[in-house]
């Protein structure tokens, strides 16, 4: 029998204070977060030292760290049953990630193809930037994580963060867990409404292709009633010959829990679509939208769980770095 039917899961998840969050974000990533707290021990971290990698001013830093940990309490990551923290506050990420360069190769984080996305023709490419990939990993196996929620974006990180995992302990004996990726079955890709073929991203300069969490309402269902869609009026889930019309059934579909080829067969036009979908996503932010202006208006109490959040963090966290450092041949401290 598997020993780990039944057994509690660690699930660990993080997310950059970059930009604020997305529709994307949410329909992705956070809401499994959210239900993966039902069953399972989770830490949830906001990954500000990955904030860094990329020009960033110290204030838009500060507030959009606060503003992201409090729309995490906000979607209902509870505090008494999760884990929430900030990355920064916990020096063991940074310490493991220095194992995890010295674990991945040169060649392997050069595939990448985020840095490849995010390096561009920039001039100034920070070296944190192409090291970004090693201290996601070192946050995931710094918690013995079992599965780790994220959309389809992250599949290669993940993916680079078991190789590195499964090449420690292979060198240095058994030490870290292999965790995998948790990737929805729906919107693990949610699209820019103005240009489908990209993904809809919080640090896009798209303002009319990306829905905001926390956007007004009427903003959102203009936006969403506005999405480009393509030639040809059927209405089918065709991700490849109508990325529009596919993006607005996933959003759909993953607000209100269908199937987004069953979903499809309901519609002749794209105005109705288009309508129902602005109305879901709008009956799905609001709830959302009132907590985070309770929340906002004391923002003791978020600062308040994160100190808890990293005190909890610590204490997970620093006994398997101490396993690792033994394992490499480091002296006890
Ligand atoms: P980031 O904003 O890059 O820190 O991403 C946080 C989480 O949201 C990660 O798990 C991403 O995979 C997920 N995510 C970001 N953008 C999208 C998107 N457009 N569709 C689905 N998931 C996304
Ligand atoms: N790289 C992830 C992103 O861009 C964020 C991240 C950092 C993360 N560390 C993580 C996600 C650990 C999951 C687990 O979305």
Redesign the pocket.
């Known amino acids: 029998m598997d020993p780990t039917i039944g057994a509690v899961a660690r699930v660990f998840?993080?997310?950059?204070p970059?930009g604020p969050v997305?529709l994307?974000?949410y329909?992705?990533?956070?809401r499994n977060w959210v239900s993966a707290q039902a069953d399972d021990d989770c830490l949830y971290c906001v990954?500000d030292l990955h904030a860094l990698t990329v020009p960033h001013d110290p204030a838009e830093l500060r507030a959009l760290t606060l503003e992201l940990a409090t729309v995490l309490v906000a979607i209902g990551i509870d505090p008494d049953r999760s884990t929430l923290f900030l990355q920064s506050q916990v020096h063991e990420h940074a310490e493991l990630a220095w194992l995890m360069e010295c674990t991945a190769s040169v060649g392997e984080l050069r595939r990448m193809t985020q840095f490849k996305e995010k390096a561009g023709d920039h001039e100034f490419v920070s070296a944190g930037l192409f090291t970004y990939p090693a201290l996601m990993a070192a946050d995931i196996l710094l918690y013995d994580a079992d599965r780790v929620?994220?959309?389809?974006?992250?599949r290669q990180h993940l993916e680079l963060a078991r190789d590195l995992a499964t090449r420690f302990n292979h060198r240095f004996g058994p030490t870290f867990t292999v965790p995998e990726a948790g990737i929805p079955a729906v919107?693990?890709?949610?699209?820019d409404l103005q240009d489908p073929t990209r993904?809809?991203?919080?640090t896009e300069e798209s303002p009319q292709g990306v829905v905001l969490l926390l956007e007004d309402p009427a903003a959102i269902a203009r936006k969403i009633r506005r999405a480009v869609t393509d030639t040809g009026a059927e209405v089918r889930y065709d991700p490849e010959a109508k990325p529009g019309v596919s993006n607005l059934l996933a959003i759909l579909g993953a607000a209100t829990g269908q199937d987004p080829c069953v979903l499809a067969g309901k519609y002749e036009q794209y105005g109705p679509l288009k309508a129902d979908c602005a109305d879901a996503v709008v009956e799905l932010v609001r709830p959302i939208q009132a907590r985070y202006a309770e929340l906002a208006s004391d923002p003791g109490t978020v600062a308040e769980i994160l100190s808890r959040g990293a005190g909890k963090a610590r204490a997970l966290a620093g006994p398997v770095l101490d396993r690792a450092r033994a394992a490499v041949g480091l002296l006890p401290r």
């Open positions: 998840s993080g997310i950059k970059t997305t994307g974000n329909l992705g990533a956070l990954v929620p994220v959309g389809d974006d992250q919107a693990a890709r949610v699209m993904k809809m991203s919080k």
